[in-house]
């Protein structure tokens, strides 16, 4: 008799605490499976690290945990170009014209981003259609009309080299353009040189990108 008491009681817990446990807090999560990797110890990456706990000094680590919060070496993030690693003199300029643009074509849609970067990094100089008419021309010296004879011979990887390290009064855009960007503006600039043409569904979709931004700035 105690036996099937028992049963019942078992019966009666299982099915009614999972509807009291269920009607507690709805602010709460629960109980955590794990909660030693459910509840992860936050870190700030710019915090200053304990250093009774952590080196940066791989040569001197003395028991402690070696950490420098860099990415390990050889490694890119995703969907980032390889580094490029010519030298920023006379002899990494003249090797560039060999380097190709990785991409051989790119989407409407990147061509309409493409001109939307133009004018924002660079029209302000060389102007809208790369006429070196922008509203810093005659205010600063050395701006050249892109669509000259001797900037449409230039090969790509050389306008890419530039935008990398700047050249005479240029800077360099490598901090506010990362390496895909810098090749896209190329093949954008192409379109403005009349050596390449964007696909015919993104032309006016370019046109309307670049006179927006243009407007904006």
């Known amino acids: 008799m105690r036996y099937y008491q028992s049963i019942r009681v078992a019966c009666f817990l299982v099915l009614v605490l999972p509807v009291v446990i269920s009607c507690g807090s709805k602010r709460s999560p629960g109980r955590a499976y794990m909660p030693d990797m459910y ?47 010519l030298p920023n003199d006379s002899i990494g300029y003249k090797m560039s014209a060999g380097i190709k643009n990785p991409f051989d074509s790119i989407s409407a849609a990147d061509m309409a981003e493409s001109g939307r970067l133009f004018n924002i990094n660079c029209a302000v100089c060389h102007g809208e259609k790369g006429k070196a008419n922008g509203p810093m021309a005659g205010k600063v010296g050395g701006i050249v009309d892109l669509t000259g004879h001797q900037y449409v011979a230039l090969a790509d990887g050389t306008i890419f080299h530039v935008m990398t390290y700047g050249k005479n009064n240029m800077g360099s855009y490598a901090s506010q353009l990362d390496r895909k960007q810098r090749w896209m503006i190329v093949k954008y600039v192409r379109t403005l040189q009349g050596t390449a043409k964007p696909a015919t569904d993104s032309s006016a979709t370019v046109k309307s990108t670049a006179d927006s931004s243009i407007k904006k700035s």
């Open 39 to 85: 509840y992860s110890r936050a870190y700030e990456a710019y915090a200053q690290r304990d250093s009774l706990k952590f080196t940066m000094d791989m040569n001197n680590k003395g028991g402690l945990i070696y950490y420098d919060a860099r990415p390990v070496a050889g490694t890119i993030k995703r969907n980032e170009q390889f580094p490029y690693t």
